[in-house]
């Protein structure tokens, strides 16, 4: 950012001085030290100070802040000549209208000097740097310490001249003395100030930081022997300047020589060194003449050099954009693979062409071309000839065309732009042709054309209808099918609102509203009203279209009838509300008759025991063994009739909640203990997890899964049964292992039909329900169940139940 009417330079302005109250206070009090200071240099009554370092801290301060800086130079100079103890012999009394009309003509006089010194300053450097070229670094230090001393010494001397502060004799000393003070206070203080405000001033500079240390330590030495020791060689000084004045930046010149001056002006003062005079101001005068010389001849030289090496660095930067730029040419014309570049003079010869050109020649015509070949001789084909010379023979006469030439030797399509060159007296010396391999465009542009046709075939055909809105649902276009669709045709509904189709109870615009909010719209069903009054039920999916700034440009659509399907869908509700009614009374017949079959089956079993009991003993064995039919087949019975009583049971259980599956199965191994103890088995559990269930379904399929394998065991080796249970996507993968006889591979499905039986009963006792009370309680945790095994080797019970249900 630069500073308020700042040249050039752009300074480095803290934050906080931005803001004009505090720029002007900041100002007016480092105006009024730097006026303290300068005041102790007031040797003799009734004069001025001969180095008053404010005047080059009001014309830095203005160059850097602008016209707000004007106010805080005013409030400085007044309270500075008003009342700081100025050691003049008229200033004994108390301030009076007298002493505050001086402080106000010299803050004035201030104000006017600063004002015309910057803007004359800033004229004669026409926006350049002040202290980066020598003439601009002159004008600082001569015209601007001339301007400003001038007026301020003028209007300061005459006042105090008109108030009596100073005799008719002092008036020219006195004036002199001012007019050196200020001019020596600009020279010296000016530039160290814009020097170092710069944005640049503490960037790393280009120079050796142990010369630095070098140079300041003998600045030092050479200041100390020759302002107290050796004061004829007061003139050691300038070389060191120069010095610093090559090898430094500004910023160090302007420092050291701040440096010499405090030397030379505390030597002076004191009475000792090179500058000592008879009368101390005169010595302090002699001294501003000497600081002045070698202040403006470092600063000018250092100007200059900064000039020369900005110019180098400029002429450098232009050999390096101009080797850029050749270098960029040169591969803007070879790097495109598919541009063939070549100029051709009026005598068809050629002037220049790039690499890719020469590799087309050579390929198209056999031609090894070269600058001054005359194109009759490369092109070997006469109809290409004579076209490409009538082309650029158009271009002679100063018309740019451009044409579009297939080659069958490689296939390919080429675009040609031919423009004539001019010189600089706008002679055309030639022209310039430019080709393009446009194979993969006109291919592309061939299938975006099928493409078309292919999408407009669709959209004009298709049963379902495509749309487009504006971002408010006003219909901008729709497929032909819409005629069929709703009985409207597509002109018939463009311009009129989506809403103009539903029924005449619900004229809402939900669908705009919810494509505008979510982008993305699927599957949203809704009721239209056709031409005819009839209702129809639609699919409508939709999404909003953005440009390249994402700004909404209009809504893509597609609508479906699924009056069909909604149909269906009622009739399949119907048939599977009337499923689930013949569904429960089929179970509640099951359960009623299985429940009273129980009774006159008790009946049958407990008579036939008693007439076993007591018929003699002797009894026919006949009968006897019929007896004992009737009694095992009713045992029977009984076991089948239970089995399809607790068949019937599963899924009576309303309520599903959380389950741990741990306990679950510590609950059925607690059930089956004495079967487990008797027949030594082990069951072994890894990591069962929590899930939703029917906590005594879920009991009734472990019980019947441990059962069957403590049944099915192997009679030689102890019996080992290992339940796991592990995550697969969204559903509990279970598993129920056993080491025991193992299930034929064509026997598996059937092991789930109920009722149904793989073994004798006198080896293998049972009714053949349990497997398929588990498929069924597996089908209630919306789950699926099967069996591997091998005969032999044992078997493993597969089941899955869904994570979340």
Same mark, same amino acid.
Not at 395 to 403: D, K, R
Not at 543 to 571: P, S, V, W
């Given at each position: 950012?630069?500073?308020?009417?700042?040249?050039?330079?752009?300074?480095?302005?803290?934050?906080?001085?931005?803001?004009?109250?505090?720029?002007?206070?900041?100002?007016?009090?480092?105006?009024?030290?730097?006026?303290?200071?300068?005041?102790?240099?007031?040797?003799?009554?009734?004069?001025?100070?001969?180095?008053?370092?404010?005047?080059?801290?009001?014309?830095?301060?203005?160059?850097?802040?602008?016209?707000?800086?004007?106010?805080?130079?005013?409030?400085?100079?007044?309270?500075?000549?008003?009342?700081?103890?100025?050691?003049?012999?008229?200033?004994?009394?108390?301030?009076?209208?007298?002493?505050?009309?001086?402080?106000?003509?010299?803050?004035?006089?201030?104000?006017?000097?600063?004002?015309?010194?910057?803007?004359?300053?800033?004229?004669?450097?026409?926006?350049?740097?002040?202290?980066?070229?020598?003439? !601009?670094?002159?004008?600082?230090?001569?015209?601007?310490?001339?301007?400003?001393?001038?007026?301020?010494?003028?209007?300061?001397?005459?006042?105090?001249?008109?108030?009596? =502060?100073?005799?008719?004799?002092?008036?020219?000393?006195?004036?002199?003395?001012?007019?050196?003070?200020?001019?020596?206070?600009?020279?010296?203080?000016?530039?160290?100030?814009?020097?170092? /405000?710069?944005?640049?001033?503490?960037?790393?500079?280009?120079?050796?930081?142990?010369?630095?240390?070098?140079?300041?330590?003998?600045?030092?030495?050479?200041?100390?022997?020759?302002?107290?020791?050796?004061?004829?060689?007061?003139?050691?000084?300038?070389?060191?300047?120069?010095?610093?004045?090559?090898?430094?930046?500004?910023?160090?010149?302007?420092?050291?020589?701040?440096?010499?001056?405090?030397?030379? $002006?505390?030597?002076?003062?004191?009475?000792?060194?090179?500058?000592?005079?008879?009368?101390?101001?005169?010595?302090?005068?002699?001294?501003?003449?000497?600081?002045?010389?070698?202040?403006?001849?470092?600063?000018?030289?250092?100007?200059?050099?900064?000039?020369?090496?900005?110019?180098?660095? /400029?002429?450098?930067?232009?050999?390096?954009?101009?080797?850029?730029?050749?270098?960029?040419?040169?591969?803007?014309?070879? /790097?495109?693979?598919?541009?063939?570049?070549?100029?051709?003079?009026?005598?068809?010869?050629?002037?220049?062409?790039?690499?890719?050109?020469?590799?087309?020649?050579?390929?198209?015509?056999?031609?090894?071309?070269?600058?001054?070949?005359?194109?009759?001789?490369?092109?070997?084909?006469?109809?290409?000839?004579?076209?490409?010379?009538?082309?650029?023979?158009?271009?002679?006469?100063?018309?740019?065309?451009?044409?579009?030439?297939?080659?069958?030797?490689?296939?390919?399509?080429?675009?040609?732009?031919?423009?004539?060159?001019?010189?600089?007296?706008?002679?055309?010396?030639?022209?310039?042709?430019?080709?393009?391999?446009?194979?993969?465009?006109?291919?592309?542009?061939?299938?975006?054309?099928? =493409?078309?046709?292919?999408?407009?075939?669709?959209?004009?055909?298709?049963?379902?209808?495509?749309?487009?809105?504006?971002? +408010?649902?006003?219909?901008?276009?729709?497929?032909?099918?819409?005629?069929?669709?709703?009985?409207?045709?597509?002109?018939?509904?463009?311009?009129?609102?989506?809403?103009?189709?539903?029924?005449?109870?619900?004229?809402? +615009?939900?669908?705009?509203?919810?494509?505008?909010?979510?982008?993305?719209?699927?599957?949203?069903?809704?009721?239209?009203?056709?031409?005819?009054?009839?209702?129809?039920?639609? /699919?409508?999916?939709?999404?909003?279209?953005?440009?390249?700034?994402? !700004?909404?440009?209009?809504?893509?659509?597609?609508?479906?009838?699924?009056?069909?399907?909604?149909?269906?869908?009622?009739?399949?509700?119907?048939?599977?509300?009337?499923?689930?009614?013949?569904?429960?009374?089929?179970?509640?017949?099951?359960?009623?008759?299985?429940?009273?079959?129980?009774?006159?089956?008790?009946?049958?079993?407990?008579?036939?025991?008693?007439?076993?009991?007591?018929?003699?003993?002797?009894?026919?064995?006949?009968?006897?063994?019929?007896?004992?039919?009737?009694?095992?087949?009713?045992?029977?019975?009984?076991?089948? $009739?239970?089995?399809?009583?607790?068949?019937?049971?599963?899924?009576?259980?309303?309520?599903?909640?959380?389950?741990?599956?741990?306990?679950?199965?510590?609950?059925?191994?607690?059930?089956?203990?004495?079967?487990?103890?008797?027949?030594?088995?082990?069951?072994?559990?890894?990591?069962?997890?929590?899930?939703?269930?029917?906590?005594?379904?879920?009991?009734?399929?472990?019980?019947?899964?441990?059962?069957?394998?403590?049944?099915?065991?192997?009679?030689?080796?102890?019996?080992?049964?290992?339940?796991?249970?592990?995550?697969?996507?969204?559903?509990?993968?279970?598993?129920?292992?056993?080491?025991? $006889?193992?299930?034929?591979?064509?026997?598996?499905?059937?092991?789930?039909?109920?009722?149904?039986?793989?073994?004798?009963?006198?080896?293998?006792?049972?009714?053949?329900?349990?497997?398929? $009370?588990?498929?069924?309680?597996?089908?209630?945790?919306?789950?699926?169940?099967?069996?591997?095994?091998?005969?032999?080797?044992?078997?493993?019970?597969?089941?899955?139940?869904?994570?979340?249900?």
């Amino acid at each position: 950012m630069k500073a308020e009417n700042s040249l050039v330079h752009p300074f480095s302005i803290p934050r906080v001085l931005r803001y004009r109250p505090i720029t002007v206070l900041v100002v007016a009090i480092s105006y009024i030290l730097f006026a303290k200071i300068s005041f102790l240099t007031t040797i003799d009554p009734g004069t001025v100070s001969p180095i008053f370092l404010p005047a080059g801290l009001a014309l830095a301060s203005i160059l850097i802040f602008g016209r707000k800086a004007l106010i805080g130079i005013g409030i400085g100079s007044f309270y500075s000549n008003t009342f700081l103890n100025l050691g003049f012999t008229h200033y004994n009394e108390v301030l009076s209208l007298s002493t505050l009309s001086t402080g106000f003509y010299i803050a004035l006089g201030s104000i006017i000097a600063s004002s015309s010194a910057s803007i004359i300053l800033k004229r004669l450097c026409k926006k350049e740097q002040l202290l980066d070229k020598g003439l !601009n670094v002159l004008s600082l230090l001569i015209l601007g310490p001339i301007i400003f001393s001038t007026i301020t010494s003028l209007i300061g001397v005459a006042n105090f001249y008109l108030n009596g =502060s100073i005799s008719p004799e002092q008036f020219w000393y006195t004036y002199k003395t001012w007019w050196f003070g200020d001019a020596i206070g600009i020279i010296l203080f000016t530039p160290l100030i814009l020097s170092w /405000s710069l944005k640049d001033a503490f960037a790393r500079k280009k120079f050796n930081f142990f010369e630095l240390i070098l140079y300041g330590v003998i600045t030092i030495l050479v200041c100390f022997g020759v302002f107290f020791q050796y004061t004829e060689l007061k003139y050691l000084i300038l070389p060191l300047l120069f010095w610093s004045a090559y090898r430094f930046p500004v910023q160090i010149t302007t420092l050291v020589i701040i440096v010499i001056s405090f030397f030379a $002006i505390v030597t002076t003062t004191q009475g000792i060194g090179p500058f000592n005079e008879e009368h101390i101001n005169d010595s302090i005068l002699f001294l501003d003449l000497f600081l002045s010389t070698i202040s403006i001849c470092s600063l000018f030289l250092s100007g200059i050099i900064t000039e020369r090496k900005k110019a180098e660095d /400029s002429i450098k930067t232009s050999e390096n954009n101009l080797r850029k730029n050749q270098i960029l040419l040169e591969s803007t014309l070879e /790097s495109p693979k598919n541009f063939s570049i070549f100029s051709i003079g009026l005598n068809y010869e050629y002037l220049s062409f790039n690499s890719q050109h020469s590799l087309i020649m050579k390929t198209m015509y056999g031609a090894d071309i070269a600058l001054g070949m005359k194109l009759q001789n490369c092109i070997s084909n006469k109809e290409q000839l004579n076209k490409s010379l009538e082309i650029i023979s158009k271009a002679f006469l100063g018309e740019s065309n451009t044409t579009v030439n297939y080659f069958d030797i490689n296939h390919s399509y080429w675009e040609f732009r031919t423009s004539p060159i001019e010189n600089q007296n706008d002679e055309i010396i030639g022209a310039t042709v430019i080709s393009t391999n446009i194979t993969k465009k006109i291919k592309d542009e061939e299938a975006l054309k099928k =493409s078309e046709e292919k999408y407009r075939n669709i959209f004009e055909n298709i049963q379902d209808v495509i749309f487009q809105t504006d971002i +408010n649902g006003i219909f901008i276009d729709l497929s032909p099918s819409v005629k069929e669709f709703c009985g409207y045709t597509a002109e018939e509904l463009i311009g009129k609102p989506m809403n103009f189709l539903q029924p005449d109870d619900e004229k809402s +615009n939900i669908v705009i509203k919810l494509v505008n909010e979510q982008s993305v719209l699927d599957y949203y069903e809704r009721l239209i009203k056709t031409k005819s009054g009839a209702l129809k039920h639609i /699919s409508l999916s939709a999404k909003m279209i953005f440009d390249n700034e994402g !700004n909404k440009l209009h809504i893509n659509a597609i609508a479906r009838d699924i009056t069909q399907r909604k149909e269906n869908e009622k009739e399949i509700a119907f048939q599977n509300q009337k499923l689930q009614i013949q569904n429960k009374e089929l179970e509640q017949f099951a359960y009623i008759t299985s429940h009273d079959l129980q009774e006159p089956l008790i009946t049958l079993k407990f008579f036939s025991e008693l007439l076993k009991t007591e018929f003699p003993k002797d009894l026919n064995e006949d009968i006897k063994q019929y007896l004992d039919f009737i009694l095992i087949s009713s045992d029977r019975m009984q076991k089948l $009739i239970k089995g399809l009583l607790d068949y019937s049971r599963i899924g009576n259980q309303i309520n599903q909640h959380e389950i741990d599956c741990n306990e679950i199965v510590n609950e059925t191994i607690s059930s089956l203990s004495d079967n487990i103890r008797e027949s030594n088995c082990k069951i072994e559990t890894e990591n069962l997890p929590k899930l939703n269930g029917y906590s005594v379904e879920l009991i009734q399929l472990f019980q019947h899964l441990i059962s069957n394998a403590i049944k099915f065991r192997k009679k030689d080796i102890p019996l080992i049964v290992r339940i796991k249970a592990k995550l697969i996507e969204n559903n509990w993968h279970f598993t129920v292992e056993d080491n025991g $006889i193992g299930i034929e591979e064509q026997n598996q499905e059937k092991a789930f039909i109920i009722f149904k039986r793989l073994h004798n009963r006198e080896d293998y006792p049972g009714i053949g329900i349990g497997l398929a $009370i588990c498929k069924k309680i597996i089908a209630l945790h919306e789950g699926n169940i099967w069996i591997e095994s091998t005969l032999g080797s044992g078997t493993t019970v597969h089941f899955t139940v869904p994570k979340k249900r």
